[in-house]
């Protein structure tokens, strides 16, 4: 090792790519479930809470709540919010009441001079800007009007309430009448949170709870997960990001192969001579493993050291896009599983040149410019599949969605051995093309086929990351595409919600009057969560990743006459005159998760009151269509005396908007509006942070994908250095050696652009196309300028890898050959 690292270098660089990439993203994901966790209370408000939908309490209720300990009431809801001096400034707002209790855990604070008391609100940062609001001045939220006492700089329950489709404001609970939203039909959640004595078990807590009252339609939560949806989205999003950490990290064992097959191209002269003193086999593959062996575990350590710094890094410039501030604590499970990847990803790629060179006689080893390489032999081949094997079981061990990350290996390894072969079929192709006229070409097409040409690994690793880039630059100029083309197209203007049931003509005559000719649909409207399927109550239910129905309230709904959008899958639609028991259609899709079929029973909770009926039908539900579509439809003679209000859908000119939101807030001040335009616009926000995050991990795998052709330089420096020898012995000049490589590398990258934009249009197909069932429009542009680019970047350093080789004098080489 004294002899210096040349070669070993490449191997501990791309592994400090690989290891940090996979140790920053396990390490933010787990500091931030740490933070949940560390969190919980604050999170959930309490450290039990009970929910109900569209109903308060009862005094028995509340009662058995209170036994528990102190009790905080917390209602939310929306409504519209406006100023009081201008009826035409109102927008959708996130309505949160308060009792005095409130917050249990946490401290609540606003900037302003006014206290927060009965007759004010607090106004988010968000809602205060929007309107334009201050200290002092007045807001209306549906009939009430209220004194803003301040904004909000501290809500400790606020990463707990979830994405909102607007700006937040908190009132005190004892103000909610006076709004007017609380309605019979009107759609809110009431939260009442209980602050258990020190030390208490929360878990039979809640278990006694739901034995108390199965039936009342509760739905209870405790401090060990106090914000479920974002501890999943987390979940969820670190394991894809680790999925794409991992593919880097195998491009970059490309590159260890490539380092190691460097570092003992460099030393083929000194494990001759030890084979020529008798040296065998075994010592010399144990010699060089120890060196290979002592490089990995530093290159780890530093690639760990970088990823345990991640949370850190992304707290202090990031911290306004986290859920909750994470744990700033070294997350040893992340970084223990990172560390096995490293080594086990070396292990897996340097056996092979190491196998290679242990095998090969001395005789050979002193011709190995000429020499083909000797096969390694059964045991490092077994050596190298139980590494493999290691891999693919610790990822699987580690998934929460085994199936995606089954599906996610399989591809990957799918697309490898489809480059591997493509890499081959390059090769064949170019040994067997009609020879050139011109001299340079000739080179240029040689050198692509020549003993260790590195086309195969070049191929293989710029074409893994340049895919990986072609195919989400694909899905997201679709999805772009989508969001700000398609989707406003087809979108009606506004939604609008909670209109009361006896305001159905008024509010047809109201729209008709503000604008002519308007597209207008109404449908009744309730909520209610999924109590129990063909029997059996949901929490007793084993019931797969893929069942959202019964994840929190669904909306419901009851219609005589089959539904747009729908396709019928299964079943038969009722009558419309039905008047029989009970009976619903279902979202086929919901269906098959829970494994019903037409006959079975499904039970939910309406308002308190247990309702359980029969499937008639499944459907399957367009939901690009941007329409009411509910996944839980009941036939006739069921819900209607149930209080429900409507929610309609509005598709107007763009010149009516304005008057038809200003005439419905003033008519119908306790329904809600919601401008379809401005949720786009959240969405596209999201996409976006999400898009970058991706971006990030899978730019890890392109710079993996840079050090192996590093590598293969360095790799093949030996060999090229030779044959520019032997040209300019034969008259070449250095700018005509200089052309060929240009000529070569040219050559290569154009392939490689090539394959990476057929594979990544036709992956970014199949995934807007049958996994999101969206329209295929991809922006080309993009796409193409990722492929070229990373084309550009690979003629560059292939030329600037093989200058030195370029520039070597003939006598200072032939003496040293």
């Known amino acids: 090792m004294r002899g210096g690292l040349s070669g070993l270098r490449l191997l501990a660089v791309c592994l400090v790519l690989g290891v940090a990439a996979l140790a920053g993203v396990g390490s933010l994901a787990s500091a931030i479930n740490a933070g949940l966790s560390e969190r919980g209370q604050l999170l959930l408000g309490g450290d039990v809470a009970a929910r109900l939908t569209s109903r308060f309490a009862t005094p028995e209720e509340r009662a058995r709540l209170a036994a528990l300990g102190p009790v905080a009431e917390v209602v939310k809801l929306r409504a519209m919010a406006g100023r009081v001096d201008s009826e035409d400034e109102r927008t959708l707002a996130e309505v949160k009441a308060v009792d005095a209790r409130w917050p249990l855990y946490g401290r609540f604070r606003i900037t302003g001079n006014l206290p927060f008391s009965p007759g004010t609100a607090a106004l988010s940062p968000a809602l205060a800007e929007k309107l334009r609001l201050k200290t002092g001045d007045m807001l209306t939220i549906g009939n009430g009007r209220f004194r803003v006492a301040g904004v909000t700089a501290e809500e400790p329950d606020k990463a707990g309430d979830g994405l909102g489709l607007g700006p937040g404001v908190i009132i ?34 809640v278990a006694r709870l739901q034995a108390a009252a199965p039936d009342a339609g509760f739905q209870y939560q405790d401090r060990r997960n106090g914000s479920p949806g974002t501890r999943q989205f987390v979940d969820r999003l670190g394991q894809f990001l680790t999925l794409v950490g991992l593919t880097a990290l ?88 990172s560390a096995a990847y490293g080594l086990l990803i070396t292990l897996a790629f340097a056996l092979w040149p190491l196998g290679q060179a242990a095998q090969m006689p001395a005789a050979r080893l002193f011709r190995s410019l000429t020499e083909r390489r000797a096969r390694p032999g059964a045991a490092m081949v077994a050596g190298i599949g139980a590494a493999a094997l290691a891999i693919v079981g610790l990822t699987i061990w580690n998934a929460s969605d085994r199936l995606f990350v089954l599906a996610f290996i399989g591809a990957a390894l799918g697309l490898i051995l489809l480059l591997w072969a493509l890499a081959a079929l390059v090769r064949a192709m170019a040994a067997r093309a009609p020879r050139p006229r011109g001299t340079l070409a000739r080179l240029a097409l040689g050198n692509l086929h020549r003993p260790g040409a590195p086309t195969r690994q ?35 203007s506004y939604f609008v919600i909670d209109i009361p049931k006896e305001g159905e003509g008024d509010f047809r005559a109201l729209v008709a009057r503000s604008a002519p000719g308007a597209a207008i649909t109404l449908v009744p409207s309730l ?25 929190g309230d669904r909306g419901l709904s009851f219609a005589a006459d089959f539904p747009p959008a729908n396709t019928l899958v299964s079943g038969k639609w009722w009558p419309r005159d039905y008047a029989g028991p009970p009976l619903v259609s279902l979202d086929d899709d919901a269906a098959k998760a829970l494994g019903l079929k037409i006959g079975d029973t499904i039970t939910v909770s309406v308002l308190g009151v247990e309702v359980t009926a029969t499937i008639a039908s499944t459907r399957k539900i367009n939901w690009q269509s941007l329409g009411f579509n509910f996944a839980i439809l009941f036939a006739p003679g069921t819900l209607e005396a149930a209080p429900y209000s409507y929610m309609a859908t509005l ?47 899978a730019s890890v795998t392109v710079a993996a994908g840079i050090a192996v052709l590093i590598g293969a330089v360095a790799a093949g420096a030996r ?52 996994v999101f069932k969206l329209e295929w429009q991809p922006d080309w542009g993009p796409v193409v300028l990722t492929v070229l680019v990373g ?27």
């Open 250 to 337: 195998v491009v970059a064992g490309v590159g260890v192969a490539g380092g190691v097959t460097a570092y003992l191209e460099a030393r083929t002269k000194t494990i001759a001579t030890l084979k020529t003193l008798g040296a065998d086999t075994a010592t010399i593959r144990a010699l060089y493993l120890y060196q290979i062996g002592l490089v990995t575990l530093g290159a780890v350590a530093i690639g760990l050291m970088i990823g345990a710094a991640t949370p850190w890094a992304v707290a202090w410039f990031a911290a306004d896009s986290l859920p909750v501030p994470p744990q700033l604590s070294p997350q040893w499970a992340a970084l223990a599983t």
């Open 458 to 492: 070049l191929i293989v690793a710029l074409g893994l990351g340049l895919t990986l880039f072609a195919t989400l630059a694909v899905i997201e100029t679709n999805f772009s595409g989508q969001i700000q083309r398609t989707l406003p197209k087809r979108a009606p």
């Open 651 to 697: 598709a107007v000119a763009p010149g009516q908007e304005r008057g038809v939101q200003a005439g419905i807030g003033r008519a119908f001040p306790t329904a809600s509006v919601v401008r379809v335009k401005d949720v786009l616009g959240q969405v596209s926000e999201l996409l976006g942070q999400l898009s970058a995050a991706i971006r990030a991990a």
């Open 172 to 205: 005190r609970l004892a103000d909610l009448p006076m709004t007017g939203m609380i309605a019979p039909g009107s759609l809110f959640r009431s939260e009442y949170r209980v602050r258990l004595p020190a030390g208490a078990d929360p878990a039979p807590v």
């Open 719 to 770: 060999a090229r250095t030779y044959d520019a020898v032997i040209l300019k012995l034969l008259g070449a000049t250095r700018g005509q050696v200089a052309r060929a490589t240009l000529a070569e590398y040219g050559l290569l990258a154009g392939i490689v652009a090539l394959l990476a934009l057929l594979l990544g249009g036709f992956a970014g197909w199949y995934v807007v196309v049958q």
């Open 791 to 817: 084309g550009l970047v690979t003629v560059l350093l292939g030329l600037a890898g093989s200058w030195a080789a370029l520039s070597a004098r003939p006598n200072a080489v032939l003496r040293d050959l």
């Open 527 to 551: 909520r209610g969560p999924v109590t129990a399927v063909k029997g059996v109550p949901v929490a007793k239910l084993n019931a797969s990743p893929d069942a959202w129905i019964l994840r």
